[in-house]
């Protein structure tokens, strides 16, 4: 299976976290992609992704409601496409990654800076 849109990619990633009914993940796409999401753009990805083994079916209820899991191979892609992602990440914000200049540890995001070099924390900072 080729990597996958976006939206399946989030689908496999909302169940790591667990099994999910396919309106929880609605849902939890909503929220992910910031947008609405219907279910006629849920279900063909979830059939898909189940005929890819990499979701199955675990429960079915009364009112055709179904309860989705990852499989082993579901964990192991999405696990693998998580690292992919990671490196990928990690190369496009290279530059937003400074090095505490007093112990050294690494800053995502926002440092603290005094006389142009970078601190972790305003401890670190003052006892530079
Ligand atoms: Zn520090």
Do not use: W
């Amino acid at each position: 299976m080729k990597l996958v849109s976006i939206l399946k990619l989030q689908l496999l990633l909302q169940l790591r976290e667990g099994k999910k009914y396919g309106y929880e993940l609605m849902k939890g796409s909503e929220v992910l992609l910031g947008k609405k999401i219907s279910p006629s753009q849920i279900y063909p990805f979830l059939a898909e992704l189940q005929k890819s083994r990499l979701i199955k079916i675990v429960k079915r209820s009364a009112r055709d409601k179904k309860l989705y899991s990852l499989t082993e191979k579901g964990k192991i892609f999405s696990e693998n496409t998580l690292q992919r992602l990671d490196s990928m990440f990690a190369l496009a914000n290279r530059d937003r990654i400074k090095k505490c200049a007093h112990c050294g540890c690494f800053v995502y995001g926002k440092s603290f800076t005094k006389s142009g070099k970078h601190f972790c924390c305003g401890s670190c900072a003052n006892n530079f």
